[in-house]
C-alpha cells in the first residue's frame, strides 16, 4: 500500500497533537508531509524532530525565521516556510494526500478552501472555517473533487450513522439531534456567570481543548457553530438540526430518520475515534481510545437546553435563517469576544452582549441579493465585523473600568 502523505494543518494544538498520536499507530500507513502551527517554535521544533515533515509552516514570519535556525542548527533536512500563503501551499500541494484541518479560527478558511479546491481527502475540524465560508466552501468542495469527512465528534458521529452513498441522505433524515456536555457551568447558578474567570472557564469536565474551544463550550457556542456547520455538512434545513444535553459524552450525536428510527454512535470521548476514522474511512483502524465498557455506565441523561443560561445557542438559527454572511458575522464577534474574555476585557456573560450586538448592527444591513460571493467578500465581512466587536469590546471595559 502506498503511504499516504499528510498535511496537519495547527499540529501543535489538541487537535494536531491527537492527529500525530494517530499517524505515529500506523507508519506503514501514514507519512507526515507537512506540519503548520501559529508561534509556538518550541512544539514545532519537538515535531519535526519527530515526524521528519518535508515542510513545517509557521503562520508568523519571526517564528518562520526562528524555526529555519534552529531546525538547521539541529540538522534536520524539513524545510521551513512562513506566513498565510505558504499554509495554502503546503494545503494544496500536489505531493499532499491528506489535510487536516485543525486551525482555529477563521484563519484557517483559506487553507482549507484551497485543500477543497485541490481536490484533497480534507479533514475538518476547524469548524469555524465552514461556518464563514458556507455555500462557497461547499462549492469548492465539490468542484475540487474533495473528500470532505468531519473531525467534531458529533459530526463525525452522524456521518458514522449515514449510508457511504450520500444521494440517500436527505430521503433517510428526519433531523439530526447533536449532544453537548453542557460544559462546566452546565449547574452553575446564572446570576453568578458576571463573575466567571477564564481559568473556570477553560476547565472543561471531560476533554484538555484548546482555549477558545473550551469557552465556546461553557457558553455553548460552540454548539451554535456545530448546528451550522451540520446545516452545512449534511445539507440540512435549519430545523432539521437540533440539540440535547447530554452530560456522560458517551452517545456523540444520532440520526432520528424519516420512520422514526434512531441512529446513534457510542463510545468514550476521545478525539482521536474522529480522527482515526477520518484517516481511515471507509475502514477503521486502531484509534488509541479506550473502549467503552456498558457495565460501568451509571446512566445516560438527556435534556432540553436551556436557553436562558445559554442565550448564544438561538443565535446559530438566527444567523441561518438571516441574510448569507450572517454566520461569518456570529463567528467573527465571537473571535474578538472569547479573546477578549481571555484578556480579561470583558466579563464572562458579556460575551452574549458582544455576539448579539454585533449582529444587530451588522446583519440588517447585509443584502440578501449580494450574497458574499468569494473568499475576498467573506474576509472584507470577517474585518468588518471584528472591528465593529473590537469597538463594542472597548465600549463595555471601559464601562467597567
Ligand atoms: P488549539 O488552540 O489547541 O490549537 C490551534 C492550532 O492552530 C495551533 O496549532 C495553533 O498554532 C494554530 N493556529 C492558531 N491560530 C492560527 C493562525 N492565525 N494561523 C495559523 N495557525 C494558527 O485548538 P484545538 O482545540 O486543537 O481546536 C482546533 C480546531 O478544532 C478548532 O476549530 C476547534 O473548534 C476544533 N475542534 C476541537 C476539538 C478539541 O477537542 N480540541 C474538538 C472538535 C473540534
Ligand atoms: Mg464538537
Redesign the pocket.
Given at each position: 500500500m502506498t503511504k499516504q502523505r499528510v498535511a496537519v494543518l495547527g499540529s501543535t494544538g489538541s487537535i494536531g497533537v491527537n492527529t500525530l498520536d494517530v499517524l505515529a499507530r500506523h507508519p506503514e500507513r501514514f507519512e507526515v508531509f507537512a506540519l503548520t502551527a501559529a508561534s509556538r517554535v518550541d512544539e514545532m521544533l519537538a515535531q519535526c524532530a519527530r515526524f521528519k515533515p518535508a515542510y513545517a509552516v509557521m503562520a508568523d514570519e519571526a517564528a518562520g525565521r526562528l524555526l529555519a535556525s534552529r531546525i538547521k542548527a539541529e540538522g534536520i533536512s524539513t524545510r521551513v516556510l512562513s506566513g498565510e500563503t505558504a499554509l495554502c501551499e503546503v494545503a494544496a500541494h500536489e505531493a499532499t494526500d491528506v489535510v487536516m484541518a485543525a486551525i482555529v479560527g477563521a484563519a484557517g478558511l483559506a487553507p482549507c478552501l484551497a485543500a477543497a479546491r485541490a481536490g484533497k481527502r480534507l479533514l475538518l475540524a476547524n469548524?469555524e472555517a465552514i461556518v464563514v465560508g458556507g455555500a462557497l466552501f461547499m462549492d469548492a468542495v465539490r468542484e475540487g473533487g474533495a473528500l470532505l469527512l468531519p473531525i467534531?465528534?458529533?459530526?463525525s458521529a452522524i456521518f458514522q450513522c449515514l449510508p457511504e452513498d450520500r444521494s440517500t441522505w436527505s430521503q433517510r433524515i428526519d433531523h439530526i439531534l447533536l449532544t453537548s456536555s453542557g460544559g462546566p457551568f452546565r449547574e452553575r447558578d446564572p446570576a453568578t456567570f458576571s463573575a466567571v474567570t477564564p481559568e473556570q472557564a477553560v476547565a472543561h469536565p471531560n476533554f484538555a481543548m484548546g482555549r477558545k474551544i473550551s469557552v465556546d463550550s461553557a457558553t455553548m457556542m460552540?454548539k451554535a457553530l456545530?448546528v451550522i456547520e451540520a446545516k452545512w455538512l449534511f445539507d440540512l434545513a435549519p430545523e432539521q438540526v437540533r440539540v440535547l444535553i447530554h452530560p456522560q459524552q458517551i452517545v456523540h450525536s444520532m440520526v432520528v430518520c424519516r420512520d422514526n428510527s434512531v441512529l446513534a454512535q457510542l463510545g468514550t470521548p476521545d478525539m482521536r475515534v474522529p480522527i482515526a476514522y477520518g484517516l481511515s474511512f471507509p475502514e477503521r483502524i486502531e484509534s488509541g481510545a479506550a473502549a467503552l465498557d456498558f457495565t460501568k455506565l451509571t446512566g445516560l441523561s438527556f435534556q432540553s437546553p436551556d436557553h436562558l443560561r445559554y442565550p448564544g445557542l438561538a443565535l446559530a438559527w438566527e444567523t441561518l435563517r438571516g441574510p448569507a454572511g450572517s454566520t461569518a458575522v456570529l463567528n467573527a464577534a465571537n473571535e474578538i469576544a472569547v479573546a477578549a474574555f481571555l484578556d480579561r476585557r470583558i466579563r464572562f456573560d458579556q460575551i452574549h452582549a458582544v455576539n448579539f450586538s454585533v449582529l444587530e448592527s451588522i446583519s440588517p444591513r447585509l443584502s440578501a441579493a449580494a450574497p458574499p460571493a468569494a473568499l475576498e467578500d467573506l474576509l472584507a465581512l470577517d474585518e468588518r465585523s471584528r472591528a465593529v466587536a473590537e469597538q463594542c469590546v472597548q465600549r463595555l471595559s471601559l464601562q467597567a473600568a
Open positions: 469548524k467534531d465528534s458529533e459530526h460552540n456545530e
